[in-house]
């Protein structure tokens, strides 16, 4: 069963229209008349889109549908479109601990403070957090940088102590990163 639900907000015509089409476009539909209604549904939906003439400033995941007439065909295709934008951006964010990464954006979120990351920082705590070991340096240079182990370099050490840096500084945590004998650990 699909589990995508398009919640269609004030908006009667096209419920009724989408309601009849219901299992010939494999969603559920759902008609939504207040605002109050529409906040408790949601709470209990994982993957939905608002179909609405007017943009609804307390929620997400919406589609404003402001070109009116519209094909059927063409509302079916958008609302695939976005629901596959929302899978993309569910996709891109890994939880960490307390931490959410957001792959994409290169972003690190707690608590709604945010850190900036560049690509390497974060492909460095996406290959530690992958593994419950310590990760020795000359897997982190040959996995995440891509050198050779013949080259003799720094660069993961000082890349790793400037994340933890960063890390500490916006989120007060020193143990984010730990080291131990045998390489770094996300702890």
Same mark, same amino acid.
């Given at each position: 069963?699909?589990?995508?639900?398009? &919640?269609?907000?004030?908006?009667?015509? *096209?419920?009724?229209?989408? !309601?009849?089409?219901? /299992?010939?476009? $494999?969603?559920? =539909? %759902?008609?939504?008349?207040?605002?109050?209604?529409?906040?408790?549904? &949601?709470?209990?939906?994982?993957?939905? *889109?608002?179909?609405?003439? !007017?943009?609804?400033? /307390?929620?997400? $995941?919406?589609? =404003? %549908?402001?070109?009116?007439?519209?094909?059927?065909?063409?509302?079916?295709?958008?609302?695939?479109?976005?629901? *596959?934008?929302?899978?993309?951006?569910?996709?891109?964010?890994?939880?960490?601990?307390?931490?959410?990464?957001?792959?994409?954006?290169?972003?690190?979120?707690?608590?709604?403070?945010?850190?900036?990351?560049?690509?390497?920082?974060?492909?460095?705590?996406?290959?530690?957090?992958?593994?419950?070991?310590?990760?020795?340096?000359?897997?982190?240079?040959?996995?995440?940088?891509?050198?050779?182990?013949?080259?003799?370099?720094?660069?993961?050490?000082?890349?790793?102590?400037?994340?933890?840096?960063?890390?500490?500084?916006?989120?007060?945590?020193?143990?984010?990163?730990?080291?131990?004998?045998?390489?770094?650990?996300?702890?």
């Amino acid at each position: 069963m699909n589990n995508q639900n398009i &919640i269609v907000y004030r908006f009667s015509i *096209l419920y009724k229209i989408l !309601k009849e089409l219901e /299992k010939d476009i $494999n969603f559920r =539909i %759902l008609e939504i008349l207040d605002e109050k209604s529409l906040s408790n549904e &949601i709470k209990n939906l994982n993957k939905y *889109l608002i179909i609405t003439k !007017k943009q609804i400033l /307390k929620h997400n $995941n919406q589609f =404003i %549908l402001t070109q009116i007439p519209i094909k059927i065909s063409k509302i079916i295709e958008k609302i695939n479109i976005e629901f *596959l934008k929302l899978q993309f951006v569910e996709q891109s964010q890994v939880m960490i601990n307390r931490y959410t990464i957001d792959i994409n954006a290169r972003e690190m979120f707690s608590n709604n403070v945010k850190l900036k990351l560049t690509e390497k920082e974060v492909n460095t705590i996406i290959y530690l957090s992958k593994v419950n070991k310590p990760i020795s340096i000359n897997e982190l240079q040959t996995k995440v940088w891509g050198y050779h182990l013949d080259i003799e370099t720094h660069t993961v050490e000082t890349h790793i102590y400037r994340l933890r840096k960063k890390i500490s500084k916006i989120f007060f945590d020193d143990n984010f990163i730990i080291s131990k004998n045998d390489g770094y650990q996300i702890n």
